[in-house]
């Protein structure tokens, strides 16, 4: 190969400046984020140090430029391969935001059978109560809800809230700790092939649906939305995300799809999976417990059921929203670097 040396070097150096400037800046700020942009000109650059050294290597007189250019490409080699740890980079609201969402969508499948089995429930305690009324003390054993639909508006309405009046905040951290655990036993239940975290859904279900059946048949639908909206437009969603990550963890255990794996190799591979979902679904419930302790327990003429109603349908609208298209740009972006790389 012959070419003109010193007009080679005036060319590239440029170039091989650049990319000694990015590699520096890269190893210096470990939180530096590269944009699809740079990571675009970043692998231009060292593909063009690469060739660049592949020519230089017929000049064997010119051993410090042949050095300085293997250990450039070999830097930016580095870069481009190393498994470099997301976790020294971890920030919440990126997690929360982008990483939650994405990795709800990726396993969207075990979401819509979660939601079939908590629907599947909710039928049938709805049935059994409208059928047999006298079926609601066993669908529904909480004393609050053993009274008739009819007492429970009016001892609500006359009280209004001042049962609460000085223990809110303890209420609420009851509901987020008790539905908390409801969600861990949805995950871990998983490990029974799934059969557990079923069983948790379809009778979660089941009280949904029997409080439902009970307070609609006694023309209390308005009360009911308004009590359970607010809070339920989160917590049940919530509620869902759990059994969906169960039903990650027992196709895990089964190891379906004819995966080769070993159970243990399995497990590894989706507890990264696991443990958003379940400590995204815990940050839902947080919030739906202090709605339900500061807002759904307060009803007419405190605060109008319309307004209780607009509040948990904007709500959902705007948890349906975000799982479904919050962190897009960034898995956009993943997916076009990917392949820019090997196309």
């Given at each position: 190969m012959?070419?003109?040396l010193?007009?080679f070097?005036r060319e590239?150096k440029?170039?091989w400046?650049?990319?000694?400037?990015?590699l520096d800046?890269l190893?210096?700020?470990?939180d530096?984020?590269?944009?699809?942009d740079t990571?675009?000109?970043f692998h231009y650059?060292?593909?063009?140090?690469?060739a660049?050294?592949?020519?230089?290597m017929?000049?064997?007189?010119?051993?410090?430029?042949?050095?300085f250019?293997e250990?450039?490409v070999?830097r930016s080699y580095?870069?481009?391969?190393?498994?470099?740890?997301?976790e020294?980079?971890?920030?919440?609201?990126?997690?929360?935001f982008?990483?939650?969402?994405?990795t709800?969508r990726a396993?969207?499948?075990a979401f819509?059978v979660?939601l079939?089995?908590?629907?599947s429930?909710?039928?049938?305690?709805?049935?059994s109560?409208?059928?047999?009324?006298e079926a609601g003390r066993?669908?529904?054993?909480y004393?609050h809800?053993?009274v008739t639909?009819a007492?429970?508006v009016a001892?609500e309405?006359?009280?209004?809230g001042?049962?609460?009046e000085?223990?809110k905040?303890?209420f609420?951290?009851?509901?987020?700790?008790?539905?908390?655990?409801?969600?861990?036993?949805?995950?871990?239940l998983?490990?029974?092939?799934?059969?557990g975290?079923v069983?948790?859904l379809f009778l979660?279900?089941?009280?949904l649906?029997?409080?439902?059946?009970d307070?609609?048949?006694?023309?209390q639908?308005?009360?009911?939305?308004?009590?359970?909206?607010?809070h339920?437009s989160i917590e049940?969603?919530?509620?869902?995300?759990?059994?969906?990550?169960?039903l990650?963890?027992?196709?895990?255990?089964?190891g379906?799809?004819g995966?080769s794996l070993?159970i243990?190799?399995r497990?590894r591979k989706i507890?990264?999976d696991l443990?958003?979902l379940?400590?995204g679904a815990?940050?839902?419930?947080?919030?739906?417990g202090?709605v339900?302790?500061f807002f759904s327990?307060?009803?007419e003429?405190?605060i109008?059921?319309?307004?209780?109603?607009?509040f948990?349908i904007i709500?959902?609208?705007?948890?349906?929203?975000?799982?479904?298209?919050?962190g897009?740009?960034?898995a956009?972006?993943?997916?076009q670097?990917?392949h820019?790389?090997?196309?």
């Amino acid at each position: 190969m012959i070419i003109d040396l010193e007009k080679f070097i005036r060319e590239e150096k440029p170039f091989w400046s650049e990319l000694e400037s990015l590699l520096d800046r890269l190893e210096k700020q470990p939180d530096f984020r590269m944009n699809i942009d740079t990571v675009k000109r970043f692998h231009y650059l060292y593909q063009r140090a690469s060739a660049d050294l592949a020519k230089i290597m017929t000049f064997s007189s010119e051993k410090e430029i042949r050095r300085f250019l293997e250990s450039l490409v070999g830097r930016s080699y580095g870069e481009i391969y190393e498994t470099r740890s997301e976790e020294r980079r971890f920030s919440p609201l990126y997690w929360f935001f982008s990483t939650f969402p994405m990795t709800f969508r990726a396993h969207i499948a075990a979401f819509w059978v979660s939601l079939m089995v908590l629907l599947s429930g909710a039928v049938f305690g709805g049935v059994s109560v409208y059928a047999d009324p006298e079926a609601g003390r066993i669908l529904m054993p909480y004393p609050h809800l053993t009274v008739t639909p009819a007492e429970r508006v009016a001892e609500e309405e006359q009280d209004r809230g001042r049962r609460l009046e000085n223990v809110k905040a303890g209420f609420s951290s009851f509901l987020i700790v008790n539905n908390t655990k409801v969600s861990i036993y949805a995950l871990a239940l998983g490990m029974t092939w799934g059969i557990g975290t079923v069983l948790i859904l379809f009778l979660n279900g089941a009280l949904l649906g029997a409080v439902c059946a009970d307070y609609l048949t006694a023309g209390q639908g308005t009360f009911l939305a308004g009590w359970l909206l607010p809070h339920g437009s989160i917590e049940i969603p919530s509620i869902l995300i759990a059994g969906q990550a169960g039903l990650v963890l027992a196709k895990a255990v089964i190891g379906w799809e004819g995966e080769s794996l070993t159970i243990g190799n399995r497990l590894r591979k989706i507890s990264p999976d696991l443990t958003t979902l379940i400590f995204g679904a815990a940050v839902l419930l947080v919030w739906a417990g202090l709605v339900e302790a500061f807002f759904s327990q307060y009803h007419e003429p405190v605060i109008p059921y319309n307004a209780k109603i607009g509040f948990g349908i904007i709500e959902f609208i705007l948890l349906c929203l975000f799982l479904t298209r919050s962190g897009q740009r960034d898995a956009s972006e993943k997916n076009q670097y990917a392949h820019d790389q090997y196309a």
